[in-house]
């Protein structure tokens, strides 16, 4: 099978330029740094070639989720500071081995980190402390703080890099005010920490919609993931995606009036209908949400709703009205016809359906 006969991912480096200055553009000093979030293969693009292209324009620091996710930079030479966010107590070995810098959201990871670094005889190993302001899903909470403290007090294996949070709802504008009761928070506890330390870690809050809506909160450094990869959930704010995945027409096939499609029935056709067999499925990260005229993709220009339910391997659209053939393209998304309007139609984020998007099924294609 060449390229033009099945679905491939292109990932446009240029986009990916192009809003990486754009975001700097938005913080509000000069000197704020910028941390790119590269995590689930760089939101479903190829993490390499991003954090090579991104090492390339200076980016100040990396992020995944997993150790295993920065050791696979490391090892591709990536020689960027990278931020563990999740680490587990059994990757520790591996996070020192590889330099990255996990971090410290419980209690079990602190311990059994400052442990190991004591037992192999570490200085000064740079660590980020995550404090939980109402997101509620990992770090220290207020009442944490002292024992927090007095353990990296007691421990001359680290050095605290930088004291960062996240924002729960920075994009909603009927959250602000809680938005602010977070940064607030964070303003107290970090300041708490700080005012016992004798230097100052770097201090970061602020998301991609969290930089935009927020700039009183850039601190020293922002995060960007899914802004980088092109979207803003702004509306002012308007990014150029990087992802756009396409595909082809395997097959059209005309059914009659009353006749079904697909799996368990669910469409009938109230007339007779032109309908193209598209290769792209619920196995290549085209979930079944998309179904029945939920979702939708585009052919020669033309919007085309899918029919009937997503298959692992196919999906079949309405082609009644379109002009068009057997191995004509057809494009899921793209910069024009964005991942977001795809999801906000069907119900969904841009964030799940492009990190979806199989990796062991859907070649990528790198555009310059």
């Not at 979207?231 to 009659?256: E, M």
């Amino acid at each position: 099978m060449t390229m033009a006969q099945q679905s491939v991912l292109e990932i446009n480096l240029q986009s990916l330029e192009k809003n990486f200055f754009h975001i700097k553009s938005l913080l509000s000093k000069k000197n704020t740094k910028l941390m790119a979030v590269v995590k689930a293969n760089g939101y479903g693009s190829d993490a390499l070639v991003v954090s090579k292209k991104l090492q390339e324009l200076d980016i100040d620091y990396f992020a995944v989720a997993y150790a295993s996710e920065g050791v696979i930079l490391r090892k591709a030479g990536i020689k960027t500071p990278i931020l563990v966010f999740l680490p587990q107590a059994s990757s520790i070995e591996e996070i020192v081995k590889f330099n990255l810098e996990p971090s410290l959201y419980s209690f079990i990871i602190l311990k059994k980190f400052l442990r190991f670094l004591k037992e192999n005889d570490f200085k000064k190993y740079p660590v980020h402390v995550k404090l939980n302001t109402g997101l509620n899903r990992v770090g220290f909470g207020l009442d944490d703080l002292p024992d927090v403290i007095s353990k990296i007090l007691k421990s001359s294996n680290i050095v605290v890099r930088s004291i960062y949070s996240h924002l729960a709802a920075s994009e909603d504008t009927s959250e602000v005010s809680f938005s602010k009761k977070q940064i607030e928070l964070f303003n107290t506890m970090s300041s708490t920490i700080i005012s016992k330390l004798e230097y100052t870690p770097m201090l970061h809050i602020c998301n991609t919609s969290g930089l935009i809506n927020f700039t009183e909160a850039h601190y020293d450094m922002v995060r960007s993931g899914i802004g980088l990869y092109g979207f803003s959930g702004a509306q002012k704010i308007k990014f150029s995606p990087v992802h756009r995945l396409k595909s082809v027409i395997s097959q059209i096939h005309t059914i009659n009036k009353n006749e079904s499609v697909g799996y368990n029935r669910s469409h009938y056709s109230q007339k007779n209908e032109k309908i193209a067999t598209i290769p792209i499925g619920h196995a290549d990260g085209i979930t079944r949400v998309f179904g029945n005229k939920k979702g939708f993709v585009f052919i020669n220009g033309e919007k085309a709703f899918i029919v009937g339910n997503v298959c692992m391997d196919v999906i079949m659209v309405d082609v009644s009205n379109i002009k068009c053939k057997e191995g004509d393209q057809v494009i899921i998304f793209d910069d024009v016809h964005t991942a977001e309007d795809l999801c906000s139609f069907a119900g969904t984020i841009s964030y799940e359906l492009i990190s979806s998007i199989s990796t062991n099924r859907i070649p990528r294609s790198i555009i310059e």
